[in-house]
C-alpha cells in the first residue's frame, strides 16, 4: 500500500490522500450498525419494535458489565417490555464481540498515522462488506431476528481485527511489538494522556443517547426512541465526510506542527474550516428539502414518518454549527491541546445537551420536540465557543510563530 509522504507535497495533497482512504473506511465501518439497522427496519411486523431495541443498546461499550446488567441498563436507558425481547439478545452477543470492535477501533489509527491509509480503508471496508452479505442471511434467511445482526456484526469485526492485528506485525515501519513490563507505565501514560479526549467524547456520547432515549420513552414511547434510532442513524452517516476531512487533517497538522512548520499548520485548518463549513451547510439545506429521503433508508414505516420528519428538522437545524466544532476539536487534539479538547468536550454534551434534554421536555414544556431541539441549540454554543477559543489561541500562536520564523530567515 502507497504511503502518504507528509514531508513533500502540498498541505492540500497530503490532506486529500489522508482524508480519502478515511472517508471509505469510515463509511465501510459505518455500515456495521447502519445496516443491521436498514435490515432490521424492514422486519414484517416488527421493524419498528426492533429498530427501538436496538438503538437502546449502544451506550453500552463495557463487556463484563454489560453482561451481567443488560437487562437493568436498558431498562434504565429507556426500555419497555416491548423492546427488550429485541434488545437483550442484541446486546449479549454483540458485547461478545467488543475486543473485536475495539482492535479495529484501536489499533486502525496506528496504521494511518504511519501513512499507510489505504490499508487502514481495507480492514474497514472488508469486514463492513461482510456483513452487509450476513446481514440478511442471518435475519431473513436463518430467522434469528436481532441476534442474527449481532451474529452477523461480530463475524464481520473478528475478520477485520484479524487483518489489522497481522498487518501491524508484518508489513508497518513501525511493528507491533512486546514490550518489557517495566516500558508499559510511560507507554501507557502517553496514549491515555492523547486519548483522554477521544475516550470522554464516547462516554459523553454514550450519555446524550442515554438521556434522550429516557426522556423520549417517557413523553413520546417506543415509537419515538425508534425515531431517535433513524436521526442518531442519520447523524452517523452525515457526520462521515466531515469526520474524514478533519481526521484526514489531523495528521498533516501533526506532522507539520512538530517540524516547525506554522504556516502549513494555518493552511491545513484553514482548509478543513472551508471544507467542513460547506458541507455541513449542504447537508443542513439537503435534509430540510428532502428528509424522507433520510428517513426512508431505515424504514419504510408511514407511521413512523409522521413523526421523524419534524424530528429531523429540529435536530439538523443549524447543523453548521457542528462543522465549527469538528474544526476547533480537531486542532486542539492534533496540537496535543488536551486540555482544551477535553474542556470543550464536556461543553457541548455534558453542560449543554445533557440538561437541555431534561430542562426542555420537562420545565418548558416541549416534550419530545425538547429533546431534537437540545442538539441544534448545543451545536450553536458549544460550537461557535469550541471554534473562537481555537482561532484567538492557537491561530493567533501559530501567526506570531510563522512571522518569528520568516525574521530569522
Known sequence: MRQVDFEHGSVGRNMLQSAVPMLVAQLFALLYNIVDRIFLGRIPGEGTMALAGVGLCFPLVITAVGL?????????????????????????????????????????????????????????SIGAILNVVLDPVFIFALHLGTSGAAIATVLSQFVSAVLVLWYLRR??????????????????????????????????????????????????GDLYVSVMTILASVRQFVDVPALAVSEGTSPVMSYDYGAERPARVRRAIALMTAANLTYTLAIWIFILWKPQWFIGIFTNDKTILAD???????YFFAFIGQGLQYC???????????????????????IIVVPLTYLLPHLFGLGTDGVFMAEPISNVVGGTACFTTMMLTVWRQLGRAEKARKSTH
Do not use: W
Not at 476547533?328 to 455534558?350: D, E, H, P, Y
Open 171 to 220: 508489513r508497518c515501519e513501525l511493528r507491533l511489538t512486546v514490550h518489557r513490563p517495566r516500558d508499559f507505565g510511560t507507554v501507557a501514560r502517553n496514549i491515555t494522556s492523547l486519548g483522554t479526549a477521544g475516550f470522554i467524547m464516547a462516554v459523553t456520547n454514550a450519555l446524550v443517547t442515554l438521556s434522550c432515549n429516557s426522556v423520549l420513552s417517557h413523553f413520546g
Open 328 to 350: 476547533g476539536q480537531t486542532t486542539f487534539k492534533a496540537l496535543n491541546k488536551k486540555r482544551q479538547a477535553i474542556f470543550f468536550s464536556l461543553f457541548r454534551k455534558v
Open 68 to 124: 451481567i446488567f443488560s437487562r437493568p441498563f436498558l431498562l434504565l436507558f429507556g426500555a419497555s417490555e416491548a423492546t427488550l425481547p429485541y434488545a437483550l439478545p442484541y446486546l449479549r452477543i454483540y458485547l461478545l464481540g467488543t475486543f473485536f470492535s475495539m482492535a479495529v477501533t484501536g489499533m486502525n489509527p496506528f496504521i494511518n498515522a504511519q501513512g499507510y491509509t489505504g490499508f487502514g480503508m481495507l480492514t474497514v
Open 308 to 314: 421523524a420528519i419534524p424530528a429531523l428538522h429540529l
